[in-house]
């Protein structure tokens, strides 16, 4: 059992979630790379039945067809990421108030890796999101 706590840079938004962590990766996607201004993200899916934004409401923002992300209006952090009808929520791993605990197990969407980032770690890649999550 996991017990995962979090929130947004400046502590308007906090989040809980209380089940088993499902997986842990790293996104290369053009999305999460424009979303978080960043090379590369690192996610923690948890079920969605145990996970609840515990103070503060945070902004939604429809990314894609394939989801939805959720960020602090105050500071922007992003937080979450939701597959339409999906029993699962992602959680951007660095929101995490103890980031070291949750190791990501592989990367998705390699093809659209920045060539200049050169990740030296051993973990399965997958050219698309062919994980399963």
Known sequence: MANLTGGC?????????QLPV???SYCHCRIC????GAPVVAWVSVPAAGFSFTQG????FESSAK??????STC??????RHPNSAEVDITS??????AAISPEFH???SRQLPWLVMGDALPRHEADESGS
């Open 9 to 17: 840079f400046c502590g308007a938004v906090r989040y809980h979630s």
């Open 22 to 24: 499902i997986d842990a």
């Open 33 to 36: 790379q424009h979303t978080c």
């Open 57 to 60: 409401s945070p902004m939604a």
């Open 67 to 72: 989801g939805t992300r959720h960020f602090c």
């Open 76 to 81: 922007g952090t992003q937080l979450t990421f």
């Open 94 to 99: 660095a929101s995490l108030d103890n980031p």
């Open 108 to 110: 998705v969407w390699t």
